[in-house]
Each structure stands twice: as C-alpha cells, then as structure tokens.
C-alpha cells in the first residue's frame, strides 16, 4: 500500500514538474514579445539547443575623438577576390563602416544599408543589404544578404504574329421574308464596311500592342535578378586568432557571391540566462521544493490515517530519520570529547595524578575542604 502511494505521488510529481517547465517555455519573456515575431539581429538557436552570438564581430563606425571600444571591429572585413578581378568589402549583420557612393543600379536612400559590395572598372557593385537573420545549418551558420545591383539579362519573348483579317472574303446577304430572291450588297455598301472594319481592327490591334507593352514590362521586371552573398561561418576556437573573411566562388552569371567566414563567436556555446526568465537551477530548486513538500504531506497522512500514528511518528520514515539524528549526535559528542582534553584547565582544580604519593595529598586536601566547610556551616 505505501510502496503503491509512492509511485502515485512520484507520477504526480513528474506531471506537475512536466507543467511547470511547460508554462516556463511559454511564457514570453518581458523584453521580447514573442519568439517568431521579434529576433535579435546576429543571434541564433539551434534545434539542438547551442547558441550562437555573432555581434561581437560586427564592425562599428567610431567617431573621431571617440575610443575605440575593447575588442570591437572598428574596420570592414576584406577579402580577397584572387582570380576574379575585384577584392569584396563586408560587415557582419550590419551595414559596411565605409561609405559607399554611386551604387549600380540601387537608390541613393539604400547605399547607406549595403552590407557587401566590390568595385570594378571605378564602378561600386552592391551584393545585399544589411540582414542579422542567422540560419543554423548542422555545425554551420548561414547568412544572406539580398537586394544588391541588377544582374543577368532576362530574354524577351517573341511577339505574336496574328495571322488573317477578319472581314477577308466575307460577303454579306439579306432574305426577304415572303421572297426566296437574293440581293447582293451594293459596291457603296461594301466600300463603307471595309472603312468601318479597318478603323475597328487597328483600334483593337493598338491596345493589343499596349497591354503587350505593359505585360512585357511587368514581366522584366518580375524576372530581374539582383546580386546576393551567402555568408558561411565557421568555428575557429583560438582567440587569438582574429576574424578573417574569405571569398569562394560565385555564380556563373556573377549574381550569387559565396563568402567563408571564421570565428571564435561561431562556436556553438550555451544560451546565457535572461533576466526575468526562469533559469535552470530555479526550475530545479521549484522542483525540489514540489517534491519535498509532496513527500511531507503524503507521508503525515499516510501514517496518521492508515497507519495510525500520532505525535512525531506521523511524519513519513520517522525511524530512519530518527536513527540519523541519533547518528550525527553520537558523532558530534565523540568529537567534542575527544577535543575537549586539548583545551586549557580551568582555575580552582587541579589535574589527579595517579602516583601514589600524589593520591595521598589529595585526600589530604579534599579532607582539609570538607573541615573548612564544616566550620563555617557551624558558624
């Protein structure tokens, strides 16, 4: 019976740990309104719970006069283009530190946002605006820039030929009612037909042309690519080591730019704790306290109502508890006895020697005590 009670109240508990970790995982924090909505710029968790902060490594822009804070980038990252003819400039989740001017093909209220870009042949080509969206991918982080200068050339449609005339070889007859005769269209009438016809067919041939006009538009600028970079970091666990950003390839029509880029920041490490959140050990500490508390109340009731027992033998395993009470107070009598002779003797007695002529003068003293005490017990 309690062996079964026990197991009751340990499913109980486990169900009731169950819930308070549920309602601490939806319950949002206060400074985030809710997970899939507000992201941090340059931070990510992954499914397998590692955390990633990348915004120590994005460079920021200092004033002058203005120290640079510690550990910091206070420049944009380069990386080399080798044999494709451009070296790139990028930031990290945020704009590039150095202002760009004339971009291809990007408005001028957008040059302040471009995150990555290169020049060639004194021309400044944008590879995306600025984006803190981290994708974990396996041991990987993933981030893209999008939006920068056009690139590709789409290719035009061929254009319909309308083939025939509607009014070709067409001849038109009216039938009396009560006669089966046949009249032809005079020439007159035929003449002003055609006119009539004519006007119709290039009236609707002008704005088949202009909707064709107007798809062919929306359709380029549907089918209008823009240069993009892919950024892929790595873990380089040397600190010492700074961050270096490498390019690898890009597309064959030059409008996807794949970069590398190593850091001790892309190591997977544990998500720190939040203010206002409920942290590990303060999930573990209220499960403590839930399992404590169960075990007390399930054991006095247990013990008063089957077991009958009153005063301190309510309380669940009181034997045990009782024998390591009485256990640690042994120990503690032991030792305090044992150190007891190290300390100091205190004044008025005196240390019994066990020689025999010592043993005589204290009898001789005790019995020297009890006749003073006589004597003034008689006075």
Known sequence: MH??????????LATLAGVVCAEDKEQPDKTVSTTSSVITPCVATSTSGSFFDLR?????????????PRGIPVEDYLAKGWDYGANFTLNICSAVVKKVDDVVGV?????????????????????GFESGKLVPRGRKLVLEYTGGSPCGSPEDKKKDKRSGSVH??????????DEDDTYEVTPAAKKEDAKEGTKDE?????????QKEK???????????HKSAIISFLCGPDPDTPTAASFVATDQDECVYFFEVRSQHACATAEPHTPGSVGPGSVFAIIFFIAVLVYVVG?????????HARGW????????????WNFVRDIFIILTSSCARFLPSRRGYRSLSISPNGRQRNREDENRLIDQLDEEWDD
């Open 3 to 12: 062996a079964r009670i026990s197991s009751n109240l340990l499913l109980a």
């Open 56 to 68: 120590p490594d994005t460079a920021v822009a200092v004033a002058e006069g203005e120290k640079a």
């Open 107 to 127: 408005e001028k209220a957008m040059w302040r946002n471009v995150s990555a870009y290169y020049e060639s042949k004194g021309k400044v080509y944008s590879l």
């Open 168 to 177: 070709d070889g067409a001849a038109y007859k009216y039938y009396g009612d």
């Open 202 to 210: 290039k009236k609707d041939k002008d704005n088949e042309e202009k």
């Open 215 to 225: 798809d062919k538009e929306k359709e380029k600028e549907k089918s209008l690519r």
């Open 299 to 307: 054991g006095i009731f247990y013990q008063r109502t089957v077991a």
């Open 313 to 324: 033998r309510q309380l669940p395993n009181y034997s045990m508890w009782a024998g390591m």
